[in-house]
């Protein structure tokens, strides 16, 4: 080629070898973003697209309008079930780095996503989840034990083997079926939205995906929908900054926030700090009152950071730099609300490390129970006749048919 | 008992339905207000209100993924995709999420959205307005696949669709909304006035879907066919006084072999035939199923009719449409072979 291309190619700032540079993040000092009223109208609303909004200051203190004003008992509430997050991840991660399970994805640095956002919802909301949600399925009671099942395709596997690991779903927790195609659920959770509304009930939709999925055309037909139909439904952009090993930038974070995506639209979008569970309740909740009166959707892009590698299958040291969590200037959500915690004197290290021992045990009970029910190398097994069940409501002939031949197969016929 | 056209009975199942059981709701482009460019909905949403009767955007992936959510919070949504032609920007909803639901949560959630989308040619709409891609949706598990030929059997299939919990994709051949075709196009058009299939109950029935009927009987050439063909093939078999038995196929998936196995097994010989292009066809399935249950029943290799391996060509519709000639001329050719 003799001329020098004019495309805009993104690139990261920093890849492996070179110095964390988050240059390009626009923060916000904590406390500093307004809390309109929730019947303002989204042309008055376009600034918090831009902003970031922040309660827990550097100095461990919660600030400004945004403040949900936690009491102690709500603060070690969301303590609690972001550590359990953490510390079932890392237990998980090592099973499968073990062998005994075949994959898994962490939600490391994420956590107060899943945390706040369920705490800020009611409980007959229903929210349609990314992969990185798993703290949704917690908080909202399916054991630890059934997760883990899951994961091991056991004979109590929800899924009954049919699902990778980390697919999960609950109809009584109102947590929708886990894809693992993207951005997939997010007019799912818009059409949900409108019959809640056309049956006239107050419950509202949430969905999430992450920043690389926005470029997905469900994302934009969502959009198109909650938009038009007024869906009240929240719907969201968790910004971890990287999508396998391309960064926010390839999906068009460097133009404008995602949380402009809607605006366009008229959907209202609030940027928010991901790893302030402070901050990202009181907007969750902001979010759903604008919705459940009428308000229509709110599109919240949750700013964090992928603290590990996308899944088990990934090696971020090939594409990012191994310090790169550490300069994130977000910090890690867990420790933020401890120093907080700590700083209101409602926590104290000791108290961290009795519930973190305490969170531990529960995790090892859980994975000793989930063994009995199976593991990949030892029996109990599922019978492999019910892979041919729920693929219609009832069996059709051609099934029926399958399965017997299966069965005489495996019996050597 | 009334007399309908297809785009009647269509609109008198929604009707019906919609009368029936409050969780049935439309959703589509221009099917409110308007009431749909074949007016299958017209006067609905005047009736039902359009809470329930729903115009969309221009987002075929949109309707399909919204109605998706609408199922699982209890609703019954009707999707019409205005052409089937139309239908790919939604086709990783229809089998990633629609189809799989069921099956990836063990049965915890489903949705029973009836896809509804007029399909097939004859009507001078080139290669936009006028597919037949329903192989494409056959080779998916997980959803029913449907195709009426005849007024009766839409609106009997159309409320076995909506109050099925299972998807379906319902494909209705737009040549014979307004009257049976029989693939010659120099004759003059004919209504549902005298045919036996345009009489229609105002009120509920069903037709079951995963059940094939006999369109004609016959004693010496079963032809395997559905939609618009079926007519096309009964013709033919008039045409060149060949004694076929031409079975309509009705449901592709989950599709009724025992009907097709029997009437081979006492004809001897088999024509299978649809508009859609021949390669990887759902003819390829047909052909499949007649031959593992019929093979030492056959007197001839059993053969083949369908539209050219081409895209659908605007200028020469009728070189391209498996109409009277070629339909005949299949018919021979499996009447010849020894």
Same mark, same amino acid.
């Not at chain 1, 009223?37 to 827990?56: F, K, M």
């Not at chain 1, 492999?384 to 409501?393: K, L, N, S, Y």
């Given at each position: 080629?003799?001329?020098?291309?004019?495309?805009?190619?993104?690139?990261?700032?920093?890849?492996?070898?070179?110095?964390?540079?988050?240059?390009?993040?626009?923060?916000?000092?904590?406390?500093?973003?307004?809390?309109?009223?929730?019947?303002?109208?989204?042309?008055?609303?376009?600034?918090?697209?831009?902003?970031?909004?922040? =309660?827990?200051? /550097?100095?461990?203190?919660?600030?400004?309008?945004?403040?949900?004003?936690?009491?102690?008992?709500?603060?070690?509430?969301?303590?609690?079930?972001?550590?359990?997050?953490? =510390?079932?991840?890392?237990?998980?991660?090592?099973? @499968?780095?073990?062998?005994?399970?075949?994959? *898994?994805?962490?939600?490391?640095?994420?956590?107060?996503?899943?945390?706040?956002?369920?705490?800020?919802?009611?409980?007959?909301?229903?929210?349609?989840?990314?992969?990185?949600?798993?703290?949704?399925?917690?908080?909202?009671?399916?054991?630890?034990?059934?997760?883990?099942? @899951?994961?091991?395709?056991?004979?109590?596997?929800?899924? @009954?083997?049919?699902?990778?690991?980390?697919?999960?779903?609950?109809?009584?927790?109102? =947590?929708?079926?886990?894809?693992?195609?993207?951005?997939?659920? *997010?007019?799912?959770? =818009?059409?949900?939205?409108?019959?809640?509304?056309?049956?006239?009930? /107050?419950?509202?939709?949430?969905?999430?995906?992450?920043?690389?999925?926005?470029?997905?055309?469900?994302?934009?037909?969502?959009?198109?929908?909650?938009?038009? $139909? @007024?869906?009240?439904?929240?719907?969201?952009?968790?910004?971890?900054?990287?999508?396998?090993? &391309?960064?926010?930038?390839?999906?068009?974070?460097?133009?404008?926030?995602?949380?402009?995506?809607?605006?366009?639209?008229?959907?209202?979008?609030?940027?928010?700090?991901?790893?302030?569970?402070?901050?990202? *309740?009181?907007?969750?909740?902001?979010?759903?009152?604008?919705?459940?009166?009428?308000?229509?959707?709110?599109?919240?892009?949750?700013?964090? $950071?992928?603290?590990?590698?996308?899944?088990?299958?990934?090696?971020?040291?090939?594409?990012?730099?191994?310090?790169?969590?550490?300069?994130?200037?977000?910090? /890690?959500?867990?420790?933020?609300?401890?120093?907080?915690?700590?700083?209101?004197?409602?926590?104290?290290?000791?108290?961290?490390?009795?519930?973190?021992?305490?969170?531990?045990?529960?995790?090892?009970?859980?994975?000793?129970?989930?063994?009995?029910?199976?593991?990949?190398?030892?029996?109990?097994?599922?019978?492999?006749? &019910?892979?041919?069940?729920?693929?219609?409501?009832?069996?059709?002939?051609?099934?029926?048919?399958?399965?017997?031949?299966? $069965?005489?197969?495996?019996?050597?016929? | 008992?009334?007399?309908?056209?297809?785009?009647?009975?269509?609109?008198?199942?929604?009707?019906?339905?919609?009368?029936?059981?409050?969780?049935?709701?439309?959703?589509?482009?221009?099917?409110?207000?308007?009431?749909?460019?074949?007016?299958?909905?017209?006067?609905?949403?005047?009736?039902?209100?359009?809470?329930?009767?729903?115009?969309?955007?221009?987002?075929?992936?949109?309707?399909?993924?919204?109605?998706?959510?609408?199922?699982?919070?209890?609703?019954?949504?009707?999707?019409?995709?205005?052409?089937?032609?139309?239908?790919?920007?939604?086709?990783?909803?229809? +089998?990633?999420?629609?189809?799989?639901?069921?099956?990836?949560?063990?049965?915890?959630?489903?949705?029973?959205?009836?896809?509804?989308?007029?399909?097939?040619?004859?009507?001078?709409?080139?290669?936009?307005?006028?597919?037949?891609?329903?192989?494409?949706?056959?080779?998916?598990?997980?959803?029913?696949?449907?195709?009426?030929?005849?007024?009766?059997?839409?609106? #009997?299939?159309?409320?076995?669709?909506?109050?099925?919990?299972? !998807?379906?994709?319902?494909?209705?051949?737009?040549?014979?909304?307004? #009257?049976?075709?029989?693939?010659?196009?120099?004759? !003059?058009?004919?209504?549902?006035?005298?045919? !036996?299939?345009?009489? +229609?109950?105002?009120?509920?029935?069903?037709?079951?879907?995963?059940?094939?009927?006999?369109?004609?009987?016959?004693?010496?050439?079963?032809?395997?066919?559905?939609?618009?063909?079926?007519?096309?093939?009964?013709?033919?078999?008039?045409?060149?006084?060949?004694?076929?038995?031409?079975?309509?196929?009705?449901?592709?998936?989950?599709?009724?072999?025992?009907?097709?196995?029997?009437? +081979?097994?006492?004809?001897?010989?088999?024509?299978?035939?649809?508009?859609?292009?021949?390669?990887? #066809?759902?003819?390829?399935?047909?052909?499949?199923?007649?031959?593992?249950?019929?093979?030492?029943?056959?007197?001839?290799?059993?053969?083949? +009719?369908?539209?050219?391996?081409?895209?659908? !060509?605007?200028?020469?519709?009728?070189?391209?449409?498996?109409?009277?000639?070629?339909?005949?001329?299949?018919?021979?050719?499996?009447?010849?072979?020894?």
């Amino acid at each position: 080629m003799s001329k020098k291309s004019r495309l805009h190619i993104p690139a990261p700032n920093a890849r492996p070898g070179d110095k964390p540079d988050f240059s390009y993040l626009d923060l916000s000092p904590a406390g500093s973003v307004d809390k309109p009223a929730i019947d303002t109208r989204p042309r008055n609303l376009e600034h918090l697209a831009s902003g970031l909004v922040r =309660v827990l200051d /550097d100095d461990h203190s919660a600030k400004g309008p945004w403040n949900p004003n936690f009491d102690a008992t709500q603060l070690q509430v969301g303590l609690r079930w972001m550590l359990l997050n953490r =510390v079932f991840d890392e237990r998980m991660w090592q099973i @499968q780095r073990q062998g005994r399970i075949s994959f *898994y994805m962490q939600a490391t640095g994420e956590e107060a996503v899943a945390i706040a956002q369920a705490m800020a919802l009611r409980p007959g909301d229903m929210c349609f989840p990314s992969y990185r949600s798993q703290g949704l399925f917690m908080y909202r009671g399916v054991k630890l034990v059934d997760m883990m099942c @899951q994961c091991l395709s056991n004979t109590r596997d929800m899924c @009954q083997g049919r699902q990778l690991p980390i697919m999960y779903h609950s109809k009584s927790g109102n =947590v929708f079926s886990i894809s693992g195609n993207l951005g997939t659920q *997010y007019p799912h959770a =818009v059409g949900w939205a409108m019959a809640s509304a056309i049956k006239g009930e /107050d419950h509202i939709a949430a969905s999430w995906v992450g920043d690389g999925s926005t470029a997905e055309s469900d994302f934009h037909h969502a959009l198109t929908f909650a938009a038009v $139909y @007024q869906a009240p439904v929240i719907l969201n952009v968790v910004n971890n900054q990287w999508a396998i090993s &391309t960064f926010q930038g390839t999906a068009g974070g460097e133009q404008r926030p995602f949380a402009a995506r809607g605006l366009g639209l008229g959907i209202p979008g609030i940027r928010v700090d991901g790893n302030d569970l402070l901050a990202v *309740y009181s907007v969750t909740l902001w979010a759903a009152e604008r919705a459940r009166r009428g308000g229509g959707p709110t599109l919240i892009e949750l700013v964090t $950071y992928r603290g590990g590698p996308h899944s088990t299958s990934d090696d971020p040291s090939k594409y990012r730099p191994k310090d790169e969590w550490a300069a994130f200037p977000l910090g /890690d959500p867990i420790e933020r609300l401890k120093q907080h915690m700590i700083a209101e004197g409602h926590w104290s290290d000791a108290k961290h490390e009795s519930l973190l021992d305490e969170l531990k045990t529960e995790v090892t009970a859980a994975w000793k129970e989930a063994q009995q029910y199976g593991t990949m190398t030892e029996g109990p097994w599922l019978d492999p006749g &019910t892979m041919f069940e729920d693929v219609f409501a009832e069996m059709p002939r051609n099934l029926e048919s399958q399965r017997r031949r299966m $069965y005489e197969i495996e019996r050597g016929e | 008992m009334a007399r309908m056209n297809m785009i009647e009975a269509i609109r008198s199942a929604h009707d019906v339905m919609m009368d029936k059981d409050p969780s049935v709701i439309v959703l589509g482009e221009d099917v409110g207000y308007f009431g749909g460019v074949f007016r299958c909905t017209d006067g609905l949403q005047r009736k039902f209100g359009e809470h329930r009767v729903i115009d969309a955007p221009i987002s075929e992936g949109g309707i399909i993924g919204a109605a998706i959510g609408m199922g699982v919070n209890g609703l019954r949504p009707i999707a019409e995709i205005q052409f089937a032609d139309y239908i790919y920007p939604g086709f990783d909803q229809i +089998v990633s999420e629609l189809a799989r639901l069921r099956y990836r949560s063990s049965g915890e959630f489903f949705s029973p959205v009836t896809i509804r989308t007029p399909c097939g040619g004859g009507i001078r709409g080139g290669q936009t307005h006028s597919q037949s891609p329903e192989a494409i949706f056959t080779h998916v598990t997980g959803i029913k696949t449907v195709m009426p030929s005849n007024p009766y059997d839409a609106k #009997g299939l159309l409320i076995s669709a909506i109050e099925s919990d299972d !998807p379906v994709v319902f494909f209705e051949p737009k040549r014979i909304y307004n #009257g049976p075709f029989d693939g010659d196009p120099e004759k !003059p058009a004919v209504s549902w006035n005298s045919h !036996p299939k345009g009489e +229609v109950p105002e009120g509920y029935y069903t037709v079951p879907m995963g059940q094939a009927e006999i369109a004609q009987a016959g004693e010496e050439l079963t032809i395997v066919t559905y939609g618009t063909l079926v007519h096309v093939a009964i013709a033919a078999s008039k045409e060149t006084g060949v004694d076929c038995e031409v079975v309509d196929v009705r449901t592709m998936a989950p599709l009724d072999v025992q009907t097709l196995a029997d009437s +081979v097994r006492k004809t001897g010989r088999c024509l299978v035939a649809h508009e859609a292009t021949r390669f990887g #066809g759902f003819g390829a399935e047909l052909v499949a199923s007649v031959q593992k249950e019929c093979f030492y029943h056959l007197e001839a290799p059993i053969g083949r +009719v369908a539209g050219w391996d081409t895209p659908y !060509p605007h200028a020469f519709e009728w070189q391209y449409f498996p109409g009277l000639k070629r339909m005949s001329a299949g018919i021979r050719r499996v009447m010849e072979a020894e």
